[in-house]
């Protein structure tokens, strides 16, 4: 049973950093792992993937500004956002999916995903 529970979201001024973290449990390694976002009134769009062998992709919107990256020895995902801007605001989810990142990324489409956490920046 996979359970992802993000943290670390909250309010920023434009230009600012976040980080946010994701606990996960019950994953495999060899799973997609990735941060998606969605905006009022917008669909779902994926942010950051990374896989088992530790490969990123990035939606272009955020390439040079997010890093993705993960802790295997604590399960714990990670999202840094650095030069935040307000088309930035939007629930960031942590996802899973077993299938390959580059259709995650690009669909949104993930097997599991935790409650989300707020980003908002003004």
């Known amino acids: 049973h996979v359970q992802l529970v993000e943290s670390g979201g909250g309010s920023v001024q434009a230009g600012g950093s976040l980080r946010l973290s994701c606990t996960a449990s019950?994953?495999?390694?060899?799973?997609?792992m990735g941060w998606f976002r969605q905006a009022p009134g917008k669909e779902r769009e994926g942010v950051a993937t990374i896989n088992g062998n530790g490969s990123t992709r990035y939606a272009d919107s955020v390439k040079g500004r997010f890093t993705i990256s993960k802790d295997n020895a604590k399960n714990i995902l990670y999202l840094q956002m650095n030069s935040l801007k307000p088309e930035d605001t939007a629930m960031y989810h942590c996802?899973?999916?077993?299938?390959?990142?580059?259709?995650?990324?690009?669909?949104?489409?993930?097997?599991?995903r935790g409650p989300g956490t707020q980003v908002t920046v003004s």
């Open positions: 019950g994953y495999a390694y060899s799973y997609c």
């Open positions: 996802a899973a999916t077993r299938g390959s990142c580059g259709y995650a990324l690009t669909s949104g489409v993930t097997d599991y």
